[in-house]
């Protein structure tokens, strides 16, 4: 009987140091897998600072261009209505030359017919 129970006790013992070396073994290979996880959620992280960073220097690059576009736009604008007013200006006179000329012209009718 005590010989049994020793067989038995040895059984135990080794079956219970499989099942520990077995745990030991998924213990590594699970902290393997999630080092495995962490090395690529930080590489992913890396990518994705890298891509934000080259999309926000294009979006700076984009906006500095767009200002840029609306400086000389409102420039133009800003020009275009200086020749606006010199143009009514020179509209004005030459329609105050005109009625000059006119009175003129009438005046020297009124003479030439006399």
Known sequence: QLHLTMSEKNEL????????KELEEKESEVKR???EYKDRLLQA?????????EAN???????????????LLEHFISSQKLEIE???SN?????????????ALGELLKI???
């Open 86 to 88: 010199h143009l009514k």
């Open 112 to 114: 030439k017919v006399r």
């Open 91 to 103: 509209k004005e006179e030459l329609n105050n030359s005109l009625k000059e000329a006119n009175q």
């Open 13 to 20: 013992t080794k079956s219970l140091e499989m099942v520990q």
């Open 33 to 35: 897998e999630i080092s």
């Open 57 to 71: 220097r294009k979006n700076e690059v984009e906006i500095e261009a767009c200002q840029d576009k609306v400086s």
């Open 45 to 53: 992280e890396k990518d994705h600072q890298v891509a934000l960073t």
